[in-house]
């Protein structure tokens, strides 16, 4: 992203002649409706580049999204610039709390982090310990994105973020280790793909887990006008599930792909005499798998997910029709 220089800023009303308001940004770039749409947007929200951002180029975005979002202009500024901005933005404040994420737990930082990650999972997969260790890693890595990138704005106390941890990580890693010992009377390459059979089963663990006040006390739904009206586990349940499908989808290609290629390999003349090489290839593989499988699998579904209220729970129905009797959809961020 280019530095915008903060210059004089121009509110529409004021005396002297205001520029037209021509970018809505409370809204993305791209028609969230269609599934290009959304990959565009992802495709920026997920670009690694925006790990680079300074704190106060950071900030700076913040400023322009928030004075354009109030009605204010900037003339030096062209649409292209502001855009940059808003992306800036989404990527490193959480859309609801408002809040700077953890550097880690960011979107636009899975594919360099993860590609270290799964590139070790599927290269260091025969020993017991190094698959301890890395699915640890792994799933430690996974419940800092879930919490960072949860949906509401609800605390969750110290003690149920380690209970979650705890069970997220202790279950991700039992499973690698029973699949692995599963994986010993099957062909080798059945061998290889013993991590993402794991990492997918410990999504279905560490997601719902490190999401789990959601699941008991809802998440919050708003109308057509993003207004609170209510909060939902119903609606929480699915947006759990949608993410899971989208994590599982995620690993898919990287943890998938690169096993079958590096396996033909290893038959080559090249990776036996110099087998060293195996670990940067293999890791390359993923993160070209990862710079498309992230942001295409996180498009699958609309980050603002809808759901007719009459599929609410029954007290939910009723307090939303008490407040607006024609309310018919309601509206939720459904977290990545």
Known sequence: MRVLPRARWKAMGEEGSALPRVVDLRSPRWDQSTFWGRARHFFAVTDPRNLLLSSHELE???SIVTDF????THAELSEEDVWHAKYAHDSAFHPE?????LLIGRMSAQVPANMTITGCMLTFYRSTPAVVFWQWINQSFNAIVNFTNRSGVAPISTMQLASAYICATSGAVATALA???LAKTLPPIMGRLVPFAA?????????PFMRQRELTHGVSVA????VCVSESRIAARSAIAQVVFSRVCMALPAMAIPPVIMNMLEKRPLLK???WIGAPVQVALVGLCLVFATPLCCALFPQNSSMPVSRLEPEVREEIWSKNPKLCVVFFNKGL
């Open 60 to 62: 700076q975005a913040r």
């Open 69 to 72: 979002r109030a009605g204010y």
């Open 97 to 101: 709390t408002g809040e700077k994420m």
């Open 179 to 181: 699949l692995k010992s």
């Open 199 to 207: 990492v997918a089963a410990a999504n279905c663990i560490n997601v």
């Open 223 to 226: 109308d057509e006008h993003g």
């Open 273 to 275: 005499r110099m087998p």
